[in-house]
């Protein structure tokens, strides 16, 4: 620990990933110096809730994890609007865009993902700035500016049918925008879900007021809207860009650090380059695989403030859980459903906008897909996480779901937040809702646990009501 004194850590990174870090550093009392460089002017904020705030059911300060002041007082250096041009690993420093240079022992890649830009013509202008009525999706700063062109009435056009386009699409569609949906793959969710669970979910949308064009490409930016390469052409007052993202590695790169599509680290987060150096979240590959969702990224933040700490957890990249943050669309993905191997139990009802899939491997659980009603996902969850040896009835009585006259009684050890793996019994420990995320950090990833939490917490039963209905979904 006497190194551990006058270590100076750096973390390059103010998102979710890097939040979640610090808290855990805090938590175990590590006493390095500990400078986060946000390149925002924003305090950290939880980026999976900006559709919310689009939506206009959360404020900013909702979204902020942690406020400037939250830092200060445990000591923390948090930097705004520091922008990192150079990681110079023989110095062992880092500059800013501003000619800053910081010198460090220890750094962490907290860098995150970038959009990507589909192959759009007249998407990009002569002079690199976006066609006038093409927005991106990805920060607060993309946030406020889609939320000033989103009249009620106008027509909205999102590229990507992925978990950010649906939850934009729904959004907008929320806020009175004629809203339509362009997927070049068959289906939706085609990186999560098989082609009856996104066939499901386009009826959902459509039900919902919302049109779906899947196998089809926007490929021209026209007076009017958009172009497909169907021929058709979509009138649009505004067209949102949510078609993916790529890890964000170039820092990485020119630092001479080996990056594969991520940067390329080892069971204790380590790159495989040089043992100063740590990569977490998104910006992070291990075992050939980079993640892109909360759970993992905050898995991710815990080991390595174990391991900077002294501990010995290890990072095994084994567990995947993925949500759907929209309203009126419920989708939990756990595993890889697709590509899984054993087993397959399946139940499709388009009539009730449903489907459920489970990969069942010597009677364990080993990948889930469930679209509609999510009233089991929490019991599910738990017995993948477990590797519960089910019976040979158990797969299918999971997927009939609760009856509409049984309300479901959580257990204590059921999870309940798959974001930051908080059971039942965790919850029901806290006082209030902010108790709970303070202590627990639930609610506080993809949001989709919320109502089943507050009906889990004395002070707030009383307006979600005592007990989980069969509407509510644990994320």
């Known amino acids: 620990m006497s190194e551990q004194a006058t270590e100076r850590l750096v973390v390059i990174g103010g998102g979710m990933a890097a939040v979640r870090f610090v808290e855990e550093l805090v938590a175990r009392s590590y006493t390095g110096s500990v400078t986060v460089l946000a390149d925002e002017q924003h305090a950290p904020y939880n980026r999976i809730l900006l559709s919310a705030v689009l939506e206009g059911t959360h404020s900013v300060d909702a979204i902020t994890l942690r406020s400037a002041q939250w830092f200060a007082e445990r000591g923390v250096d948090l930097r705004l609007g520091a922008r990192v041009l150079e990681v110079d690993r023989d110095a062992g420093e880092v500059m800013l865009v501003d000619g800053t240079r910081l010198g460090f022992e220890r750094l962490v890649l907290a860098t995150g993902s970038i959009p990507t830009l589909p192959p759009i013509r007249g998407l990009v202008r002569f002079d690199g700035s976006l066609h006038p009525k093409v927005h991106a999706f990805r920060s607060l700063a993309d946030c406020r500016g889609l939320d000033e062109a989103a009249g009620a009435g106008a027509r909205a056009v999102v590229v990507g049918g992925g978990l950010l386009g649906l939850q934009v699409a729904r959004a907008l569609s929320i806020r009175g925008l004629h809203t339509e949906v362009v997927e070049g793959a068959e289906h939706l969710l085609a990186s ?258 919320e109502s089943v939490v507050r009906s889990l917490l004395p002070a707030e039963s009383a307006l979600a009501g005592a007990r989980v209905g069969p509407g509510a979904s644990p994320s």
């Open 192 to 449: 999560q879900l098989g082609e009856p669970g996104g066939r499901v979910l386009a009826r959902d949308l459509r039900r919902l007021g919302t049109e779906v064009y899947t196998g089809a490409r926007a490929i021209r930016m026209t007076d009017e809207g958009v172009r497909l390469d169907t021929g058709y052409e979509l009138s649009a007052d505004l067209v949102v860009l949510t078609a993916g993202g790529r890890p964000s590695t170039a820092l990485a790169r020119r630092a001479g650090l080996m990056v594969r599509r991520g940067v390329v680290v080892d069971s204790s987060l380590r790159s495989v380059t040089d043992d100063r150096i740590h990569a977490i979240g998104d910006c992070a590959e291990h075992r050939r695989r980079v993640t892109g969702f909360v759970p993992p990224a905050w898995e991710q933040a815990v080991v390595l403030a174990d391991v900077l700490t002294g501990g010995i957890a290890r990072y095994d990249g084994s567990r995947s859980v993925a949500r759907l943050r929209a309203t009126d669309l419920e989708v939990a993905v756990l595993g890889d459903p697709e590509r899984a191997t054993g087993e397959i139990v399946e139940m499709t009802n388009p009539i009730a906008g449903s489907h459920r899939r489970l990969v069942v491997e010597g009677g364990v659980i080993v990948a889930a897909a469930l679209v509609g009603d999510l009233s089991r996902v929490g019991l599910i969850t738990q017995l993948y996480d477990r590797g519960t040896v089910l019976g040979p009835d158990e797969p299918g009585q999971l997927l009939l779901g609760e009856p509409a006259s049984q309300p479901v009684v959580l257990p204590d050890e059921a999870e309940v937040c798959a974001c930051a793996g908080v059971s039942a019994g965790a919850i029901r420990a806290c006082a209030s809702l902010a108790d709970c995320r303070e202590t627990t950090r639930a609610t506080t990833g993809c949001g989709g646990c």
